[in-house]
């Protein structure tokens, strides 16, 4: 099978590309023998495309939250407002997994 893929190489680095394996496990293990983190695939396939978002490797992690909640404090207490801080925060952040929650939290909080 085919597949086309998003991964996060070692250096921070987003890769995107196309490449061949037996299935996507065989994808998964491919990219972490070469370094690389896999975010998101889809399968290549003259009947239909499969999309499928890996949201379990890509994760927070608790020192990112601890300085999120910090920083956010931080700007409340200056005075912006939350959506504001939100937007600051979301530009700044370089993992893929908090910048999607944080887009997330901010279109609901503008919707009510």
């Known amino acids: 099978m085919k597949f086309k893929y998003k991964s ?3 250096g921070g680095e987003n890769h995107e590309g196309i490449r061949e394996a037996v299935d996507k496990f065989a994808l998964f293990h491919d990219l972490k023998k070469d370094g690389e983190t896999l975010l998101y695939f889809e399968e290549i396939n003259d009947k239909k495309n499969i999309s499928i978002n890996i949201n379990i490797l890509n994760r927070v ?3 990112e939250k601890i300085i999120f909640a910090k920083n956010l404090s931080s700007m409340l207490e200056a005075g912006l407002p939350l959506s504001r801080a939100l937007s600051v925060m979301e530009r700044q952040t370089q993992n893929p ?3 999607e929650t944080l887009i997330s939290m901010n279109d609901s909080i503008r919707k009510g």
């Open 97 to 99: 997994k908090l910048k």
């Open 61 to 63: 992690k608790n020192q």
């Open 8 to 10: 996060l190489k070692i």
